[in-house]
């Protein structure tokens, strides 16, 4: 803790410092990962991104993947995909079977330019997420999102939006932390690494209040200090008009 308040004492409005002495703290926690931290910290991590998430084991866009499988969603290439929080790319190729379009959304320059890298999107896009999807009403057959959403605290403006991007009928899918503290209160935690953790209970009702019907199994996303970080795969399904009759 003591390295960030001394970086903040030379640098005061650092948010890489900033967010991470809350994190370390639990003192000024934001709701969410600011876009200037976001922006820094993956513009400074692309480069050598994919080969230190494959030293972790990381398991999350394969998750993701198969999770979207496990669906009854065909791989015949003829649905709207994005991918929620692109970074470099790595849930492109996985996803690209399932999609007649692939937009990839992402605040970090340097991740798209490296997701571009991959020619498998139609659209790469710099955006902030939520405003992104709020302004994509009924665009997408499917979202999908690794590891994007542990940067976000209360979840509930980013899954509404997503279920206002989706078509009827669509899915989203995505990815968080675990976090097990059964019989408390508490709906999410900053964790020491920045990132956020989530209570099962607490996704499976933002899914139900944002009218998405929830199928959540737990997972280890990568290992942390050569122990697995417990997760949870999450997927929430938009209904027919019907099916909303």
Request: proline share 5%.
């Amino acid at each position: 803790m003591e390295i960030f308040e001394e970086w903040l004492k030379e640098e005061p409005d650092n948010p890489i410092a900033r967010h991470m002495l809350a994190a370390c703290s639990g003192r000024d926690v934001p709701s969410r990962a600011s876009d200037a931290f976001i922006e820094r910290t993956f513009d400074s991590f692309a480069a050598s991104f994919d080969s230190k998430l494959a030293k972790l084991a990381y398991r999350a866009p394969a998750l993701v993947a198969a999770m979207l499988a496990d669906s009854d969603v065909e791989a015949s290439r003829d649905l709207d995909v994005l991918d929620a929080g692109c970074g470099t790319g790595l849930c492109g190729p996985l996803v690209a079977p399932y999609a007649r379009r692939l937009v990839g959304v992402d605040l970090s320059d340097n991740m798209i330019a490296r997701a571009r890298a991959r020619n498998v999107y139609d659209e790469l896009v710099k955006h902030e997420l939520t405003a992104y999807l709020r302004d994509s009403t009924g665009t997408f057959d499917v979202i999908v999102s690794a590891d994007t959403l542990v940067y976000f605290g209360p979840l509930e403006e980013v899954v509404a939006a997503s279920a206002n991007a989706l078509r009827p009928g669509g899915r989203l899918i995505f990815s968080v932390e675990e976090l097990n503290r059964a019989g408390h209160e508490t709906r999410y935690s900053i964790s020491p690494t920045g990132r956020y953790r989530h209570m099962r209970e607490y996704v499976e009702r933002v899914l139900a209040n944002a009218n998405l019907r929830s199928h959540i199994v737990p997972a280890e996303l990568r290992l942390e200090a050569g122990d697995p970080v417990p997760g949870l795969v999450v997927r929430g399904t938009k209904p027919t008009a019907s099916q909303a009759l």
